[in-house]
């Protein structure tokens, strides 16, 4: 494979895993938990713009039952404010 078009695998500080893909001149990044999450539920499991949670916060723990497809606000109020999640990826009110 030329140095061009390398798939290199790498993790964030936090220790999330995620692949990078480098080919003619275009660069990708795909998070392993987003990749799991699909090859398990689906392409449309997973809304546009939707963030994939880990419902044991270990990011590296990318198991298909650690991961749930959750709403961005959702996400960040959970994650910021400690709100909970509701089964459908929303807030729960």
Do not use: K
Not at 7 to 15: A, S, V
């Amino acid at each position: 494979m030329a140095d061009d078009a390398a798939l290199t695998l790498h993790h964030t500080g936090e220790g999330y895993e995620y692949v990078r893909c480098r080919s003619g001149g275009d660069d990708a990044t795909v998070y392993i938990h987003r990749l799991v999450f699909v090859a398990e539920h689906g392409l449309d499991a997973l809304p546009v713009g939707w963030h994939v949670h880990h419902e044991i916060s270990i990011p590296w723990l990318n198991t298909p039952s650690n991961l749930v497809a959750v709403e961005p606000v959702a996400h960040s109020r959970h994650h910021l404010q400690g709100e909970p999640l509701s089964a459908d990826g929303g807030a729960r009110e």
